[in-house]
Nanobody, 119 residues
């Protein structure tokens, strides 16, 4: 089992920056991949960034160059650095972890943190 808690969301003006944090607990050594997702009103949940246990990262074109995912293993924390925020970035942001139990993979989700970007 893995538990995730997001923090760092809030209200910011367009062009501003925020750092989101995701604290992981439980069987953290079983985590293979961690991701940030977001869901805006009227839109499906979408992948924002992903990082693997060998530090390979993936991000969609909509955020590439503005958002950076990183991991601090000593603190068991995942981060999302968001720069040059746009109103279209307004969404609830969720932390996700894929972790192994034996030969099986399981997923864990946080509660989400609201990010609101004003014009």
């Amino acid at each position: 089992q893995v538990q995730l808690v997001e923090s760092g969301g809030g209200l910011v003006q367009a062009g501003g920056s925020l750092i989101l944090s995701c604290a992981a607990s439980g069987d953290i050594f079983s985590i293979k991949t961690m991701c940030w997702y977001r869901q805006a009103p009227g839109k499906p949940r979408e992948l924002v960034a992903r990082i693997t246990d060998d530090d390979n990262t993936i991000a969609p074109d909509s955020v590439k160059g503005r958002f950076t995912i990183s991991r601090d293993n000593a603190k068991n924390t995942l981060y999302l650095q968001m720069n040059n925020l746009k109103p279209d970035d307004t969404a609830v942001y969720y932390c996700n972890a894929d972790y192994a139990q034996g030969s099986l993979l399981y997923g864990s989700w946080g509660q989400g943190t609201q990010v609101t970007v004003s014009s």
